[in-house]
């Protein structure tokens, strides 16, 4: 009769327990989908930023183009002009050149009007006698008044015309440097411009990949699920958990003292603490929570973390919960995300905390990549 009972319990459970599993896979199903929904809605949106990135470095090519085509100008009119001020100063070398010739010449005949006195050429007109004699000399000393006059003339228009293209070549060389210049840094900054939004398309690409593949492995989960779901008796289905980077819930609320990695234990201790995971400052007691569907692994005390949880995520990941004051799961339970795990205790040195961890492939990773970002 007790054995009867006994079967009749067992029979009455098994219902139970298996509208509790389908509740789990429902839920575990709905969260799946919801990620796939969200992880296409980011692959429309990178398709979309990509065409908009596309069409920005369509219209950088064609300004760099440009400006290349500027600085061909640019330099070809500066070789001009640089030509140009060569021709210009080979002229003046040659007009000094004679000029440094007829120096002598000028110079003695500026001598000798000195010594003839402020009269000059005109004196010769009092040396001659003859009318005749007369005229020729006032040709000759008007000839050599104008001859003197106009070689002085032109010699200093000459200068001041060489002069004057000399500083107008120069003017226009340093425009056209400036220019030149300009549109060289034009040049660096479209081709900046054009190597940053080719490394945005290269890391689009990639995250469209990844979401691509993600969505993959989501997608055979989900197809797992709804058998399990539709099916009596399928084992449980472990959803990935690489689709939810950047999107799990975290363990509990609190606020992160301790991070992941290398740091220094304070600004004059000197010490550097290694962590594999971040410690949040809570209130004891909080309630902390399963941030991925799995199978407990591990529930007990263990050295340096008080009460510790260790939850299998499948595909080699892992979650640790440390510094729990006490634990509501046991090895080989199975859990879904957001299922309590225990409430927070203290850590070893005596503060409110809870300690977590996350493992991929054996190591330990940073699991604020992995968790929700905060408000």
Same mark, same amino acid.
């Given at each position: 009769?007790?054995?009867?009972?006994?079967?009749?319990?067992?029979?009455?459970?098994?219902?139970?327990?298996?509208?509790?599993?389908?509740?789990?896979?429902?839920?575990?199903?709905?969260?799946?989908?919801?990620?796939?929904?969200? *992880?296409?809605?980011?692959?429309?949106?990178?398709?979309?930023?990509?065409?908009?990135?596309?069409?920005?470095?369509?219209?950088?090519?064609?300004?760099?183009?440009?400006?290349? +085509?500027? *600085?061909?100008? *640019?330099?070809?009119?500066?070789?001009?002009?640089?030509?140009?001020?060569?021709?210009?100063?080979?002229?003046?070398?040659?007009?000094?050149?004679?000029?440094?010739?007829?120096?002598?010449?000028?110079?003695?005949?500026?001598?000798?009007?000195?010594?003839?006195?402020?009269?000059?050429?005109?004196?010769?007109?009092?040396?001659?006698?003859?009318?005749?004699?007369?005229?020729?000399?006032?040709?000759?000393?008007?000839?050599?008044?104008?001859?003197?006059?106009?070689? *002085?003339?032109?010699?200093?228009?000459?200068?001041? &015309?060489?002069?004057?293209?000399?500083?107008?070549?120069?003017?226009?060389?340093?425009?056209?440097?400036?220019?030149?210049?300009?549109?060289?840094?034009?040049?660096?900054?479209?081709?900046?411009?054009?190597? &940053?939004?080719?490394?945005?398309?290269?890391?689009?690409?990639?995250?469209?990949?990844?979401?691509?593949?993600?969505?993959?492995?989501? +997608?055979?989960?989900?197809?797992?699920?709804?058998?399990?779901? &539709?099916?009596?008796?399928?084992?449980?289905?472990?959803?990935?958990?690489?689709?939810?980077?950047?999107?799990?819930?975290?363990?509990?609320?609190?606020?992160?003292?301790?991070?992941?990695?290398?740091?220094?234990?304070?600004?004059?201790?000197?010490?550097?603490?290694?962590?594999?995971?971040?410690?949040?400052?809570?209130?004891?007691?909080?309630?902390?929570?399963?941030?991925?569907?799995?199978?407990?692994?591990?529930?007990?005390?263990?050295?340096?973390?008080?009460?510790?949880?260790?939850?299998?995520?499948?595909?080699?990941?892992?979650?640790?919960?440390?510094?729990?004051?006490?634990?509501?799961?046991?090895?080989?339970?199975?859990?879904?995300?957001?299922?309590?795990?225990?409430?927070?205790?203290?850590?070893?040195?005596?503060?409110?905390?809870?300690?977590?961890?996350?493992?991929?492939?054996?190591?330990?990773?940073?699991?604020?990549?992995?968790?929700?970002?905060?408000?």
């Amino acid at each position: 009769m007790r054995r009867v009972a006994g079967v009749l319990c067992v029979a009455a459970l098994v219902p139970l327990m298996w509208n509790e599993t389908r509740a789990d896979q429902d839920a575990a199903a709905q969260r799946v989908a919801e990620r796939l929904r969200a *992880l296409r809605q980011e692959a429309a949106t990178l398709n979309t930023r990509e065409q908009t990135l596309l069409n920005e470095l369509r219209k950088l090519e064609l300004e760099r183009q440009i400006k290349g +085509e500027e *600085l061909i100008t *640019l330099d070809a009119d500066l070789r001009n002009i640089q030509d140009q001020l060569a021709a210009a100063a080979a002229r003046a070398n040659v007009l000094r050149e004679s000029a440094d010739e007829q120096r002598p010449e000028v110079q003695q005949r500026l001598v000798r009007l000195y010594k003839m006195g402020h009269a000059g050429y005109w004196r010769l007109l009092l040396d001659v006698d003859d009318l005749q004699s007369i005229g020729r000399a006032y040709r000759t000393a008007a000839a050599l008044t104008r001859l003197d006059r106009d070689r *002085l003339q032109q010699h200093a228009q000459t200068i001041e &015309s060489l002069e004057g293209e000399r500083r107008t070549l120069e003017s226009r060389a340093r425009a056209f440097s400036a220019l030149q210049e300009k549109a060289a840094v034009a040049q660096l900054a479209l081709d900046r411009a054009v190597a &940053s939004r080719s490394a945005l398309m290269k890391s689009i690409d990639e995250r469209r990949d990844l979401a691509a593949q993600l969505a993959k492995e989501l +997608e055979a989960a989900h197809q797992r699920l709804q058998a399990a779901v &539709s099916e009596p008796g399928t084992g449980p289905v472990l959803v990935p958990i690489r689709p939810f980077r950047g999107q799990m819930a975290w363990p509990a609320e609190g606020i992160v003292v301790g991070r992941f990695g290398r740091q220094q234990a304070g600004r004059t201790a000197g010490i550097d603490v290694s962590r594999n995971g971040i410690e949040l400052s809570l209130p004891e007691a909080t309630p902390v929570s399963a941030v991925h569907e799995g199978v407990v692994t591990f529930a007990g005390p263990f050295t340096a973390y008080g009460n510790l949880v260790i939850i299998d995520h499948g595909g080699g990941a892992t979650t640790l919960y440390g510094h729990l004051a006490d634990r509501s799961v046991n090895k080989g339970d199975r859990v879904s995300a957001g299922d309590a795990v225990g409430t927070s205790g203290r850590n070893p040195g005596g503060n409110p905390a809870l300690y977590f961890e996350l493992r991929i492939d054996g190591q330990p990773v940073d699991p604020l990549q992995w968790l929700r970002k905060q408000p």
